[in-house]
């Protein structure tokens, strides 16, 4: 079935008791923290270590964090079963729990399909997904949280029904989880990666190959700890692209991912030396080097990335049968496009 629509903290850790205290108002303040382990927790499961000693965050959303690559051992990804050693650094990017007044929205939400165990969304660019530091409120769980009665909680109190997510700046597909039968199966899929995302994405200079695929791993980038970047140590990630149509110094790609790591397209293309228009992050200043003053112009005046979650495929939960959503370009992405189809000549 087919579905078409156009700061940073450092301390030193030993027993529980002797930091949870201390932890818990350095985490009130900043989401970057360093830990190191002395030689009394020496041996103790790392997801157990980082619950025992960080308030307010339990052991299962540490284990997230954790296969999100979003916790570093000695500047390397690790497994939630590694055992601590005395004198490892543990690097954590954290953002607050989830707030207990965390309310419904009356927000308008661009519903695609539903049915008695899913829904499936297209996210406008610029919305969060769900409550972070720095956007408390107006995410689309507060908006899903307003408009349906029945999601799934599996992802916490400020998640109901988050399955996945997209960058603030990225548009496109998302499906939302009613029932936790629905969540933990969907969860199954995108970890079995079962699931089909495809993105459409306007890439700077000409891209050379009609068609190839960049396996480069991905962890936090050890100079910026707010940017991801391609680090031999870090986790396994694919995407397979292919030109859909090119310009003169840009190219347009359809990009599916066979993994789902942070910032993934964004990263891998400017890995290839093809970042993304509008990628303010990874862009390495391509925007400003636009000869084009209009096209220039317009670039700027987006605001976000020129990324669209554009395809979405899945196993419906209950039935098993197939779906698959298609969505065409919001109307910022398209008259940009439209502008640089006008103001040269396809190659």
């Known amino acids: 079935m087919e579905f078409r629509l156009q700061?940073?903290?450092?301390?030193?850790?030993?027993?529980?008791?002797?930091?949870?205290?201390?932890?818990?108002?350095?985490?009130?303040?900043?989401?970057?923290?360093?830990?190191?382990?002395?030689?009394?927790?020496?041996?103790?499961?790392?997801?157990s270590f980082l619950a025992a000693?960080?308030?307010?965050?339990?052991?299962?959303?540490?284990?997230?964090?954790?296969?999100?690559?979003?916790?570093?051992?000695?500047?390397?990804?690790?497994?939630?079963s590694y055992r601590v050693r005395p004198a490892d650094e543990i690097e954590i990017e954290l953002t607050p729990s989830p707030s207990e007044s965390f309310v419904p929205e009356n927000i308008p939400i661009d519903v695609v399909y539903e049915d008695q165990d899913l829904i499936v969304i297209n996210k406008p660019a610029g919305m969060v997904v769900h409550p972070a530091a720095g956007n408390p409120s107006g995410t689309l769980a507060n908006a899903l949280a307003f408009r349906f009665r029945e999601l799934s909680t599996a992802g916490g109190v400020a998640r109901p029904g988050?399955?996945?997510?997209?960058?603030?700046?990225?548009?496109?597909?998302?499906?939302?989880?009613?029932?936790?039968?629905?969540?933990?199966?969907?969860?199954?899929?995108?970890?079995?990666?079962?699931?089909?995302?495809?993105?459409?994405?306007?890439?700077h200079g000409q891209v050379e190959k009609r068609k190839g695929e960049i396996d480069q791993p991905l962890a936090r980038d050890p100079r910026n700890r707010i940017r991801m970047a391609v680090v031999r140590a870090g986790r396994p990630a694919l995407s397979v692209y292919k030109i859909r149509e090119s310009f003169d110094r840009f190219t347009l790609l359809d990009?599916?991912?066979?993994?789902?790591?942070t910032h993934q397209i964004r990263v891998h293309l400017s890995w290839l030396k093809h970042p993304v228009v509008g990628d303010d992050v990874y862009g390495a200043g391509r925007d400003k080097t636009i000869a084009d003053v209009e096209i220039k112009r317009s670039v700027a005046k987006l605001g976000r990335q020129f990324l669209?979650?554009?395809?979405?495929?899945?196993?419906?939960?209950?039935?098993?049968?197939?779906?698959?959503?298609t969505s065409a370009l919001p109307p910022d992405l398209e008259s940009l496009l439209n502008l640089i189809k006008n103001r040269g000549a396809d190659v």
């Open 308 to 325: 669209h979650a554009a395809q979405l495929g899945f196993r419906q939960p209950t039935t098993h049968k197939s779906l698959k959503f």
């Open 255 to 261: 990009v599916e991912l066979k993994t789902g790591r």
């Open 53 to 80: 000693r960080v308030e307010g965050w339990s052991r299962a959303r540490l284990h997230r964090l954790i296969e999100d690559a979003d916790v570093l051992i000695n500047g390397e990804t690790a497994k939630p």
């Open 7 to 47: 700061a940073e903290s450092r301390i030193e850790c030993g027993t529980p008791n002797e930091t949870s205290g201390q932890l818990s108002s350095i985490i009130d303040h900043n989401s970057h923290l360093t830990i190191s382990v002395t030689a009394e927790s020496a041996g103790e499961r790392l997801d």
């Open 162 to 203: 988050i399955v996945h997510r997209l960058d603030k700046g990225t548009s496109g597909l998302m499906v939302v989880a009613k029932t936790e039968f629905a969540h933990e199966d969907l969860s199954n899929q995108f970890r079995a990666r079962e699931v089909f995302k495809s993105y459409m994405a306007l890439v």
